[in-house]
């Protein structure tokens, strides 16, 4: 085994190798991401099939729902010739198996049902009630990426990478990371810094600096004209959006304006108001207050500074989703301790 994994990593990996070997060598199995999978729950999603196969011998198919929105992310899938399907295509029963990576079950961007309890669960966020439901579950709180974790399953079953999935591993963790801008563990620093000297610095330019949408543009645009805020909180909405990807990503950039050190976004994708939270503060948790935020309507999770959610979508139009919206950046300063009736447009006096 490679000297480079810690004993915990290890030992996850002989206990994930135990638990596949007693799992029927001709079941095949069905890998999941979260909805709208970003390049961490790619990255997991693809390299855990070359895992099962190549250490396993297994058949196996990695899928996602939704869509892969951003720009970056389409980019990888191409440049880096990710195989991924769509589950809508895919029949469940198909599968004997179900492997559920980058999420847990029971969250509001699992594609399962939530009475349904996969086999294998490999994920960073914090531990749900509903994913003990599983056989085998790794999960690293600790870690920025869950990427991580499966790269170093492949490195404890010694299959190489390819130069393609060695960039992808660096991806994932510089994608979730903001390039270790955020919080991350030693072992996603030795993993990215393992797989960097495979990587590819070619392809990885091409899907840092994407050709852009016109959309992209105009929604920039948007987000910056509804600029709104109370002390140290900054705050934007959109009206219907194209991909929901683009929140998180509006959040991330306000996020960055001097003087502010929480975050939020929120957007209309199909009949859901999408959110995202970001924070500066490494203690807070921004999961928890997504949760209150979106209330018992709506579904979230996150890690300690960055956190993502939904409401269902006011009725009654665009003005009625505004109002909802009013409401929405009402309650976050509540739950932030600042006033709401301070909440003001932002502009350069
Ligand atoms: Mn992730």
Redesign the pocket.
């Known amino acids: 085994m490679n000297a480079m994994l810690s004993e915990l990593a290890r030992n996850r990996f002989a206990a994930f190798h135990s638990h596949i070997e007693s799992t029927d060598p001709a079941g095949r199995w069905l890998i999941l991401t979260h909805d709208n999978p970003?390049p961490?729950?790619l990255t997991a999603a693809t390299v855990l099939a070359k895992v099962l196969r190549s250490g396993f011998g297994r058949h196996v198919t990695a899928a996602y729902r939704g869509i892969i929105g951003r720009a970056e992310n389409q980019e990888m899938v191409r440049s880096l010739g990710m195989q991924l399907s769509q589950a809508r295509r895919l029949k469940p029963e198909s599968y004997r198996y179900v492997a559920l990576v980058?999420c847990q079950p029971a969250t509001g961007n699992s594609p399962l049902p939530d009475d349904l309890a996969p086999e294998v669960v490999i994920d960073?966020h914090p531990r749900r009630r509903r994913t003990s439901a599983s056989p085998f579950h790794d999960l690293r709180n600790n870690y920025a990426?869950?990427a991580t974790i499966v790269a170093e399953y492949l490195l404890a079953a010694g299959i190489p990478a390819t130069r393609r999935e060695a960039t992808a591993i660096v991806y994932a963790i510089r994608s979730?990371t903001l390039d270790f801008s955020r919080r991350a563990d030693e072992a996603d620093r030795l993993i990215h810094d393992h797989f960097n000297a495979r990587a590819l610095p070619r392809l990885l330019g091409r899907i840092q600096n994407p050709r852009l949408p016109l959309n992209y543009f105009e929604t920039l645009r948007e987000a910056l004209a509804n600029l709104r805020g109370v002390d140290t909180l900054v705050m934007s909405r959109l009206g219907a959006v194209a991909q929901p990807d683009i929140v998180p990503e509006i959040a991330d950039l306000l996020l960055r304006m001097e003087g502010r050190t929480w975050s939020l976004c929120s957007g209309l994708y199909e009949d859901r108001i999408y959110c995202s939270i970001r924070t500066t503060n490494p203690r807070a948790e921004a999961s928890r207050v997504m949760r209150r935020l979106v209330g018992q309507r709506g579904r979230g999770g996150g890690h300690g500074m960055i956190a993502g959610g939904w409401l269902p979508a006011a009725r009654g139009g665009a003005e009625a989703v505004s109002r909802q919206q009013d409401r929405v950046e009402a309650r976050l300063a509540t739950i932030l301790r600042k006033d709401p009736r301070r909440i003001a447009p932002i502009a350069e006096d």
């Open positions: 970003d961490d729950a980058d960073h990426a869950a979730e």
